[in-house]
């Protein structure tokens, strides 16, 4: 399915932007702990507090960014994959009808580890020609 390469793509360059921007908001905490921990001497009990409290809320915002950019990311991917399942899935029943079929198997990922080649028939090159169509 030439629509799958395409929204791979889009969602690798989705994920792309979300990694470049916790690497930036990483390497903003590391430059900050780094003054900190220059400056974490000279300083007043009153600003080593304030600085402690400014970091830990930068790590907890980091952390919570993460969080959320997974989720997005999982979301985006199921709303760009829904209609290519869409697809396959009315391309796997139409041929299922087609060929009085009581199922298909899905062998992706070793799912069925064994199956006699006698006792069904493999419906791959029919399911590809209609998705072609």
């Known amino acids: 399915m030439p629509e799958y390469a395409l929204v791979q793509k889009q969602l690798a ?9 916790a690497t930036r908001a ?3 905490f590391n430059t900050k702990y780094e003054q900190f921990l220059d400056g ?10 304030k600085r402690q409290t ?9 952390i919570a960014f993460k969080a959320e ?3 997005q990311l999982a979301a985006a991917e199921q709303e760009a994959m ?16 087609l060929r ?7 062998t992706d990922q070793n799912a069925c580890p064994f199956i006699n080649p006698e006792m069904g028939i493999d ?5 590809l020609n209609l998705l072609k169509e």
């Open 26 to 28: 990483e390497e903003d």
């Open 100 to 106: 009085a079929v009581a199922f298909i198997i899905n």
């Open 69 to 71: 950019g997974r989720r």
């Open 54 to 62: 400014e970091l830990q809320e930068l790590m907890e915002r980091n």
């Open 123 to 127: 419906v791959t090159e029919d399911v």
């Open 13 to 21: 360059d989705l994920r792309a932007q979300y990694e470049a921007e």
């Open 40 to 49: 974490q001497r000279d300083f007043p009990q009153t600003i080593l507090q």
């Open 82 to 97: 829904a209609p290519l399942h869409q697809k396959l899935s009315n391309a796997l029943q139409s041929v299922g009808f």
